[in-house]
T-cell receptor
Framework: DADVTQTPRNRITKTGKRIMLECSQT?????MYWYRQDPGLGLRLIYY???????NKGEISDGYSVSRQAQAKFSLSLESAIPNQTALYFC????????????FGSGTRLTVV | EDQVTQSPEALRLQEGESSSLNCSYT??????LFWYRQDPGKGPEFLFT???AGEEKEKERLKATLTKKESFLHITAPKPEDSATYLC??????????FGAGTTVTVRA
């Protein structure tokens, strides 16, 4: 099984719908992150969490919310999806003590029509 | 605000033709500079971490170097399987990563 699992892998949704992307990890890492990736713009940070009680906004948090249900689970919600939220979304984890950067999931390709 | 700029955006190489990718950065309190490889439709895969100017890391045909303002990823005698997008990221004093837009490398046989 993958260390960081994202579901669903692909999703097509309509404008105005609420959608949740889920992420679970078996790395035992405290820190979890949500990024979106757009062609030519690279990865941009949406939200991050250093532990279950700590949630922080990233550079592009408007229109998104998150929930850290447990150390291993971090979900991203789009309250009312809009077409410019069409992107590839990645969840990542990190371990502060062993600084190997981030471990990424395989991504969720979201299309808002 | 941390900034990472990668060049070129795209690089087309013939098999065996060595080249270098550039990553220039500004960051407050650099804790590390990371290189990742990303294949289409997949998440980035960790390659290297560099912590201080003058440091070098190697893995197969890849070699990463670091100065105070930039990092280079050298690809020596590339093969078609080296085709991918290579991402550079800097880690700041809060351990957050800021990514560049990437360089897409295509190696033709």
């Amino acid at each position: 099984d993958a260390d960081v699992t994202q579901t669903p892998r692909n999703r097509i949704t309509k404008t105005g719908k609420r959608i949740m992307l889920e992420c679970s990890q078996t790395k035992g890492h405290d820190r979890m992150y949500w990024y979106r990736q757009d062609p030519g713009l690279g990865l941009r940070l949406i939200y991050y969490s250093f532990d279950v009680k700590d949630i922080n906004k990233g550079e592009i948090s408007d229109g998104y919310s998150v929930s850290r249900q447990a150390q291993a689970k971090f979900s991203l919600s789009l309250e009312s999806a809009i077409p410019n939220q069409t992107a590839l979304y990645f969840c990542a984890t990190s371990d502060l003590l062993r600084n190997y950067g981030y471990t990424f999931g395989s991504g969720t390709r979201l299309t808002v029509v | 605000e941390d900034q990472v700029t990668q060049s070129p955006e795209a690089l087309r190489l013939q098999e065996g033709e060595s080249s270098s990718l550039n990553c220039s950065y500004t960051v407050s309190g650099l804790r590390g500079l990371f290189w990742y490889r990303q294949d289409p439709g997949k998440g980035p895969e960790f390659l290297f971490t560099l912590y201080s100017a003058g440091e070098e890391k190697e893995k197969e045909r890849l070699k990463a170097t670091l100065t105070k303002k930039e990092s280079f990823l050298h690809i020596t005698a590339p093969k078609p399987e080296d085709s991918a997008t290579y991402l550079c990221a800097v880690q700041d004093s809060d351990y957050k990563l800021s990514f560049g837009a990437g360089t897409t490398v295509t190696v033709r046989a």
